[in-house]
């Protein structure tokens, strides 16, 4: 961008001295012109006084010398405005006779001294405003060429006049004259948002703060917010600067964070339903089983009650996903290899895909040890499977990757919420239809399935919230039409404990009955005498109470000794 293009995008009614006074650009060819016109009237004037025609013309020649040389600088000047006035004074002594000519040639010499001190300080003035001129527009044009936000001109029609470096380098030009002449509309991803600024333009308002989605060079997507002004130049003709700042990724990060927050506000629903529903299902569960264990192996009984039993089942773990999701159920942490969990269930994994989809895992080298409970992590590996191999009709490839990552600062300020420092990666990634933006908003939310009626909607809940209890992070990738990724990173673990191994059988004891005395403390009633009843009839002797309060005074009058308190 040459620097006429850079003044361009300054105010033109206003320029700024070092001083801190506003000089007005037109008053510089008006002061030059004024001390031309100025100086050769001062020049004039000796002519009209001298009687001498020779010494007249020698004046004015001597002041139009000194007014040029004042063009070519103060040095020049100096040096010929020194020459004149020793050459006048040379000339006005030389020819001295008497008193009376020595008079009248101090009086024409100090009149020209006169001249030429007026025109020394006139020309330093204009030398002074030229000067500050000069500076002001380079302080101008340097924060405008180095200004971190984008600024352009344009005329009222939309069309690209001017652009400053920062704004071509936010739409990935590598020179402004990409942009000159390119109409506004063009850029703009969605024409409404264009035609609301071209509002702006038609009113001649100033705005600010409107967000809009650029189209850069190659066809990505950026978001910014813009503010402008209308500004009315020389020849009363309008125009409009514009002021875009890049906003792309607070946009991602104010979605990130919308998101988690919808998803911990839905976690906190579906925990509590989830708690009290539970409760109940522990109340039919346990009197069904009395039912089956009272009703003998009459089938016209028993089936319903197994029904019964069987339906109550499928609720319990439809109960136990949605508290996985929520993060409250209970954990068996443990310290893991994940390499060597994903290999022990590749077995399974061939199974349960299919023999059309092709199954390739790529274990991390020198993995690092993650900890979470095992089981749980089987279940995210057999969630995710299940999902890709639903995205695969018609066969494709599931790659399995484990490795060592480390999240840095970089990678934090994309993702919300996500802490830097050493993790295990955990990427399962499909070939299949994939998702669009939409899906992938809701993709992680409890009941929301694209299956229709054959999947439940809490598969991918479930392992978003196992990753969470565990400590860990999970993010998908997708594109639609070419498949999807998933992503789940657990801490790595510094202090290697021992890694979790089967453990064997404990020895049978002999059964002894049971003299213990166990405090059952319970709110929900229902649940409570359930668990009293059984308790009794295997028995133990049972003390109940609904609330810690209560808990508290059965324990200080009860006499003998309680064994355990159940809770």
């Known amino acids: ?34 001390v031309a016109i100025l100086s050769t009237t001062l020049a004039l004037i000796p002519s009209f006084v001298l009687s001498d025609l020779v010494e007249s013309r020698l004046v004015v020649f001597a002041v139009a010398v000194m007014v040029s040389a004042w063009y070519g600088g103060w040095k020049p000047g100096l040096v010929a405005t020194s020459f004149a006035v020793t050459v006048n004074a040379y000339f ?18 100090t009149l020209f001294v006169f001249v030429a001190l007026l025109i020394c300080s006139f020309n330093a003035a204009l030398r002074s405003a030229q000067e500050g001129l000069r500076r002001s527009e380079l302080n101008f044009r340097s924060l405008v060429t180095n200004s971190p936000y984008g600024i352009c001109r344009c005329d009222p029609n ?23 002449g390119r109409h506004l509309g063009s850029l703009h991803r969605n024409s409404q948002e264009w035609f609301h600024l071209a509002d702006y333009f038609a009113a001649r308002k100033d705005f600010t703060g409107l967000v809009a989605d650029f189209t850069r060079r190659d066809a990505s997507a950026t978001v910014v917010r813009l503010s402008g002004r209308a500004i009315r130049d020389e020849d009363d003709t309008t125009s409009f600067e514009l002021f875009a700042e890049d906003v792309t990724e607070n946009r991602a990060l104010e979605q990130q964070l919308r998101q988690a927050q919808k998803m911990e506000a839905v976690g906190r629903l579906a925990g509590g339903i989830a708690h009290d529903f539970n409760n109940l299902l522990m109340v039919i569960s346990g009197y069904c089983e009395f039912l089956l264990e009272r009703i003998g192996p009459d089938p016209v009984l028993r089936g319903p009650a197994q029904e019964i039993s069987n339906a109550a089942e499928r609720a319990t773990s439809l109960t136990r996903q949605l508290l996985a999701f929520s993060r409250k159920q209970m954990l068996a942490p443990k310290i893991l290899d994940l390499n060597a969990t994903v290999t022990e269930n590749l077995k399974m994994l061939t199974r349960l895909i299919g023999e059309d989809i092709d199954l390739v895992m790529v274990p991390g080298t020198d993995l690092g040890a993650v ?7 089987e279940q995210v590996i057999m969630n995710l499977a299940v999902n890709a191999r639903d995205a695969m009709p018609h066969g494709g490839k599931l790659t399995i990757q484990t490795s060592n990552v480390t999240l840095d600062e970089s990678y934090t300020r994309f993702h919300a919420g996500v802490n830097p420092g050493e993790y295990v990666m955990l990427a399962i990634s499909d070939t299949g239809s994939g998702m669009d933006a939409e899906t992938q908003s809701h993709i992680f939310e409890p009941f929301f399935s694209t299956k229709g009626t054959k999947g439940t909607g809490l598969g991918l809940s479930t392992v978003y919230g196992i990753v969470k209890q565990s400590g860990g992070y999970i993010w998908v990738t997708s594109e639609a039409g070419k498949g999807t990724t998933f992503k789940g990173y657990l801490p790595r673990v510094v202090e290697m404990g021992e890694l979790a191994a089967p453990q064997p059988g404990m020895a049978a ?29 295997q028995g133990y002797k049972i003390l109940e109470a609904a609330d810690g309060a209560a808990a508290m005074q059965i324990a200080v009058a009860h006499r003998g000794p309680i064994h355990l308190v159940l809770t």
Do not use: W
């Open 1 to 34: 961008m040459n620097e006429a293009s850079e003044v361009n995008l300054l105010p033109r009614r206003l320029r700024q001295r070092p001083g801190g006074s506003l000089v007005p650009p037109r008053t510089a060819p008006i002061l030059r012109y004024g």
């Open 92 to 109: 006005a002594l030389n020819n001295v006779r008497t008193e009376a000519d020595y008079r009248r040639a101090i009086i024409h010499l």
């Open 158 to 180: 939309g069309t690209v006049a001017d652009a400053n470096p920062a704004f071509v380098h936010m739409l990935g030009y590598s020179s402004a004259t990409e942009l000159i």
């Open 371 to 377: 900890k979470a409970d095992p089981g749980q992590v």
């Open 509 to 537: 004891k002999k059964t002894v009955q049971p003299m213990e005395t166990i405090l059952v403390v319970e709110d929900e009633a229902n649940l409570r005498r359930m668990a009293c009843h059984y308790l009794e009839r």
